[in-house]
Nanobody
């Protein structure tokens, strides 16, 4: 499975961005998708997770109510809609896929495949 994240950029606080993650390869083997982010000097942190069917989602408290994770299996694309962005949302955002289990998880080591990351910068 290959993942490629894109859609990042520079936005003012209060603005919006939509990240996309193109998925290719053995897509039928994927059970769970996740978004993570990593700010300079910090560890990579979990942002959101969604099941393959899209029926189950979960969000980190820091983004709940502002971010929405979704997927379009027909287009093999994962999305992260980010609204009301804050300077503390500045980070490199990564998409990830889990093939080895079905449970939604926040644990990085449970994900099998990762995209290369896309930079999001929010100015104050």
């Amino acid at each position: 499975v290959q993942l490629q994240a894109y859609g990042g950029g520079l936005v003012q606080a209060g603005g919006s961005l939509r990240l996309s993650c193109a998925v290719s390869g053995s897509t039928r083997s994927i059970n769970v998708f996740g978004w993570y982010r990593q700010a300079p000097g910090k560890q990579r942190e979990w942002v959101a997770v969604i099941s393959w069917s899209g029926s189950s989602t979960s969000y980190a408290d820091s983004v709940k109510g502002r971010f929405t994770i979704s997927r379009d299996n027909a287009k093999n694309t994962l999305y992260l809609q980010m609204n009301n962005l804050k300077p503390e949302d500045t980070a490199v955002y990564y998409c990830a896929a889990r093939r080895s289990g079905v449970a939604l998880t926040t644990e990085r080591e449970r994900y099998d495949d990762w995209g290369q990351g896309t930079q999001v910068t929010v100015s104050s």
